[in-house]
């Protein structure tokens, strides 16, 4: 039986130091040999995606939803810079307080280096509106201007689709006053990239 366990673990290290191998075979081809695979940021590329969220939060009476998409449109006006807009709609509901928003913010980024992950800044400006409903005050509406700033990373799959992470803080005025520290993770593709 020990003789069996042994054979077992020297077949299942041997298999393991192949994978192994093969992972970092792959990995290596990724990171220095395929810098084709790069998306084109280049003047007239349109950029195309977005991002969303989901929350569920079962709490008895206070159980919580939250359902947030931010579809963005840009495009590149000199290579690495593009100009767009992102459309920001969500719904929240926290017990008996529905709240739903909507903002409309243009939008800058711009990229650094030539691989097939960049590092990006980006900056949006606009309006944000909030309509709360609860089942004790009649609803109400209030807005005000919401600005962003943040930094993100662009994994590109393809020469045209790329896969971020982008960390932000926002900071509203008006009646939307307040700071916000988010994490997203969206899609984007890139059209146009020849």
Request: glycine share 12%; net charge positive; proline share 3%.
């Amino acid at each position: 039986m020990y003789l069996s366990l042994a054979l077992q673990s020297n077949y299942f290290t041997a298999n393991l130091l192949i994978m192994k191998k093969r992972f970092n075979t792959l990995l290596f081809s990724l990171l220095f040999c395929c810098d084709y695979c790069a998306a084109q940021t280049e003047k007239g590329v349109l950029l195309l995606g977005g991002k969303g969220n989901f929350d569920f939060y079962p709490n008895g009476t206070n159980e919580s939803t939250n359902i947030e998409i931010q579809p963005t449109i840009a495009k590149f006006v000199t290579k690495n810079l593009a100009l767009g807009g992102v459309l920001g709609l969500s719904y929240n509901k926290t017990g008996g307080v529905q709240v739903k928003t909507f903002a409309l913010t243009p939008m800058a980024r711009y990229y650094f280096g030539n691989g097939f992950v960049r590092p990006f800044l980006v900056g949006q400006a606009g309006y944000a509106q909030a309509k709360v409903n609860d089942n004790y005050n009649p609803e109400y509406t209030s807005g005000g201007m919401l600005f962003t700033g943040g930094a993100g990373l662009v994994f590109f799959l393809t020469k045209s689709v790329g896969l971020e992470t982008t960390i932000a803080t926002s900071k509203g005025t008006g009646d939307i006053n307040g700071a916000i520290f988010s994490l997203h993770f969206g899609m984007m593709a890139y059209l146009g990239s020849e």
